[in-house]
């Protein structure tokens, strides 16, 4: 898996995040010298082979904070939403694979959105006994959960900065593909929710705590 450069160009999406770099970077720079319980790092869907290139970046940029100090904790959220592995325990699996210790990795196995993300991973947070806590993604999914953050949450943002991870080799280890990873009696989501609701979703809208 070659460097983060390659993350940086994935699609036309990132194009707004990428001009933004450089506030990226600030933010990053200004958050440094703090350290987090724990970073939420949301997830991604996992199709039984090998993580796309966005959970890649994801996985590597948190094992990143934690192996420079700046979180004692990963905390990674994702359900089983469009296909039968849980996001949180695959990307758990590669963190491990990086080296992150498995007592320093907690699962948020609920969110199905990116805006649940954020809220059950703080919930884990909170209930682990964490008060500070940054959220750790790309810097288009910062972008998009910071009105929502602001409401609800009240993290930090540390997105990644891919000129940072540049620097640094990552591997792109193997890990063991099992039953573990998936979720029995799965259904995906675009079959238990219809369309609004699942935009609903998007916007926090389907979390009963703050509805």
Request: aromatic letters at 12%; glycine letters at 6%; charged letters at 25%.
């Amino acid at each position: 898996m070659k460097n983060l450069l390659i993350i940086g160009l994935i699609s036309s999406m990132l194009t707004s995040c990428w001009m933004s770099q450089k506030s990226c970077e600030k933010e990053y720079l200004s958050n440094q010298q703090t350290q987090y319980d724990a970073v939420i790092v949301p997830g991604i869907p996992f199709d039984g082979n090998q993580w796309d290139r966005v959970m890649w970046m994801r996985v590597n940029w948190s094992v990143f904070l934690y192996q420079k100090g700046i979180t004692k904790n990963i905390i990674f959220s994702g359900a089983a939403t469009y296909n039968e592995y849980v996001e949180a325990r695959v990307m758990a699996a590669y963190a491990e694979k990086l080296g992150v210790p498995k007592e320093h990795i907690l699962l948020e196995e609920r969110a199905e959105h990116s805006t649940e993300n954020l809220y059950y991973g703080s919930m884990i947070a909170k209930k682990a006994g964490f008060k500070k806590i940054a959220l750790a993604s790309d810097p288009f999914q910062s972008k998009m959960l910071r009105k929502f953050n602001r409401k609800y949450v009240g993290a930090d943002f540390i997105p990644a900065v891919f000129d940072t991870l540049n620097q640094f080799t990552f591997e792109s280890p193997q890990i063991d593909i099992n039953d573990s990873l998936k979720k029995e009696n799965f259904v995906s989501i675009k079959e238990r929710e219809g369309f609004f609701k699942r935009f609903r979703g998007t916007l926090g809208k389907n979390i009963d705590e703050i509805k």
